[in-house]
C-alpha cells in the first residue's frame, strides 16, 4: 500500500485509467528485478553449479515476494487500491502511513492479465 501512496503522491492525478492502473501494478510487481537478475547472474557466475539464494536474505525475500505478486497478477487476483476512483485516490493521498484506521477508506480490486507473460508486458521469474 506505500509504494502506491507514494506513486500518487507524485502524480497530480484525481484518478487513473484501468490501464494506467494496470501499468503501475506491473511496475510494483517489477520494481525489484533488476536487483534480482544480477542476484541471479551472481550465483551463477560462470560455474557449473548455480549457488542457491538465501530465502532469508533481503534478495531472496524480494524473489518470493515477486513470485508470489507475478503469480497473483497472472491469475487476475492481484489486490490493488482501486485508483479509478477519485475518493480512493484522495483517501490514499491523505493516508497517514500506519493509521490502521484510515484503511476502511481504501478499496481495493483484483486487478490482473493472464496473458501478460506472451504479451511481453511481465518476465516470469521462478524462485531459484
Request: aromatic content about 8%; hydrophobic content about 40%; glycine content about 4%.
Amino acid at each position: 500500500m506505500h509504494w502506491f501512496q507514494k506513486a500518487v503522491w507524485m502524480d497530480a492525478k484525481d484518478a487513473y485509467t484501468r490501464q494506467e492502473l494496470d501499468d503501475l501494478a506491473l511496475e510494483y510487481i517489477c520494481r525489484n528485478d533488476e536487483e534480482l537478475m544480477e542476484a541471479k547472474a551472481a550465483a551463477f557466475n560462470g560455474s557449473t553449479t548455480i549457488k542457491r539464494i538465501a530465502p532469508t536474505s533481503q534478495v531472496g525475500i524480494n524473489l518470493a515476494n515477486r513470485v508470489h505478486d507475478q503469480e497473483q497478477y497472472t491469475n487476475v487476483a492481484f489486490k490493488v487500491p482501486d485508483l479509478t476512483n477519485a475518493k480512493v485516490v484522495r483517501s490514499l493521498k491523505d493516508w497517514k502511513t500506519g493509521n490502521v484506521d484510515q484503511m476502511q477508506n481504501i478499496k481495493t480490486i483484483l486487478l490482473g492479465n493472464k496473458d501478460a507473460v506472451q504479451e511481453g508486458k511481465l518476465i516470469l521469474m521462478e524462485n531459484s
